[in-house]
């Protein structure tokens, strides 16, 4: 399957060394693009140099999230209250994958926050994801929109991607698609061969994981191979982001990527 391109996450991948050392170890592995989900901890300019140093190609980052165990840790976008934190998060973001010429900026979405109705926060979140559609048209940089499944981040306020799928056609203008993650995909959903193929249009960038454990490929319950077959034969010319906790050492691991994609 040679039309397949997979790149690292650098959140997940390659932990056995600090967060500055992983573009190098990403490279010898053999990747040649990495995504990962907050920049902002660096200034872009080191990250821009550790990119052009490994010879990697930045795919994605996210929009800012709120600390660990906040209301806001899943994302600010459905919050009716904290508009200006939101747009504030755009725009950094926006900038931050300018200068490291990233594809793809994710804005996440966010848990609903309390007492607050689901209609109200979905509400917002649409009209959120509209402005950030005018912010980015332009810059060559477009927006992704992710399901996130119950179990993990239960409250999460997009509930399918069939409801994504109508955010992107909402918005329109091709400015925004669907984060097509088949971990998230396959614990709320399943049938993901089916849901890839009918969301084939609107999925600008696949994620990867196997379930229940979030482990690499082949360490679960989805038919990887399978998938990746029917990925390749859809002509899907996109990226395709590890995004797993790896079972042992990374390097190790990686062995799934001959072993299913023959």
């Not at 490291?100 to 109705?117: D, N, Q, R, T, W």
């Not at 509400?123 to 912010?135: G, K, L, P, S």
């Not at 669907?178 to 061969?193: K, M, P």
């Not at 990746?228 to 691991?253: H, K, L, M, N």
Request: proline residues 4%; negative net charge.
């Amino acid at each position: 399957m040679t039309g397949l391109r997979f790149d690292a996450n650098l959140k997940w991948l390659f932990t056995e060394v600090p967060f500055v050392e992983r573009f190098d170890a990403a490279a010898r592995a053999g990747f040649t693009a990495v995504e990962y989900a907050s920049p902002y901890e660096y200034e872009a300019r080191q990250l821009g140099s550790l990119l052009a140093n490994a010879g990697l190609e930045q795919i994605l980052i996210n929009t800012p999230m709120g600390p660990a165990g906040s209301p806001t840790r899943s994302g600010y976008a459905c919050f009716p209250d904290l508009v200006g934190e939101y747009r504030e998060g755009v725009l950094r973001g926006l900038e931050y994958a300018t200068a490291l010429g990233a594809k793809f900026l994710h804005v996440v979405g966010g848990i609903v926050p309390e007492g607050v109705s689901a209609d109200r926060a979905f509400a917002r979140y649409v009209a959120n994801i509209a402005w950030a559609a005018e912010q980015a048209r332009g810059t060559g940089i477009r927006l992704l929109l992710e399901v996130q499944n119950k179990r993990d981040a239960p409250g999460f306020v997009l509930t399918s991607q069939a409801q994504a799928a109508a955010v992107v056609e909402a918005v329109g203008d091709n400015l925004v698609g669907l984060l097509l993650d088949f971990y998230h995909a396959q614990i709320d959903e399943g049938d993901i061969v089916r849901t890839f193929e009918k969301y084939r249009d609107t999925a600008f960038h696949l994620q990867i994981a196997d379930v229940p454990e979030r482990h690499e490929p082949g360490t679960g319950e989805i038919a990887y191979a399978n998938l990746f077959r029917a990925i390749e034969s859809s002509g899907y010319d996109g990226w395709i982001g590890c995004e797993y906790q790896p079972a042992t050492d990374t390097v190790a691991g990686l062995t799934w990527m001959k072993d299913l994609t023959q």
